[in-house]
């Protein structure tokens, strides 16, 4: 389930490329409309870029804020994998945003279940502590007395 939302940026990006495929086709149609109607074609124009181009463009520009967001998220897990325990400022720098947005990519990170983690507080220093896994009864690694791999 943790992998189904990287297919989310792709998805975005193949609907708004089909739809600025379409509303070019439209806007070519439009044009040679003009040329022997100029109220349908003008017609033909608006159309097609209310209901094609603008949302296309709309739809590419989140797709790719949200790979950017993905990319984030990969650096942050393969950072923290190589360093346990880290201090939110550090990462904000490694990843270059500013420490409530790296809390924000953290949460989003451990919503989809890429990054478990907690938060510590020590001498006024916010830490994040990666866990590779959580083991509770009701997971399948869960070992009574044994809980490591």
Do not use: C
Request: aromatic content about 10%; glycine content about 8%.
């Amino acid at each position: 389930m943790a992998t189904l939302w990287k297919f989310k940026d792709e998805a975005y990006l193949t609907i708004g490329v089909i739809l600025l495929v379409i509303g070019a086709i439209f806007v070519l149609a439009s044009i040679a409309l003009a040329l022997e109607d100029i109220e349908l074609g003008l017609f033909g124009l608006g159309f097609s870029s209310i209901f094609f181009i603008l949302p296309s463009v709309f739809l590419i520009r989140h797709g790719l804020k949200v790979r950017k967001n993905q990319e984030k998220l990969e650096k942050i897990k393969t950072y923290l994998e190589t360093n346990r325990r880290i201090k939110v400022s550090r990462l904000a720098e490694v990843i270059g945003e500013s420490e409530l947005d790296t809390v924000s990519i953290l949460d989003e990170g451990m919503e989809k279940d890429l990054i478990q983690g907690s938060y510590e507080e020590d001498e006024g220093e916010s830490y994040f502590v990666y866990t590779e896994h959580s083991y509770n009864e009701e997971s399948p690694d869960y070992e009574v007395g044994n809980r490591s791999r």
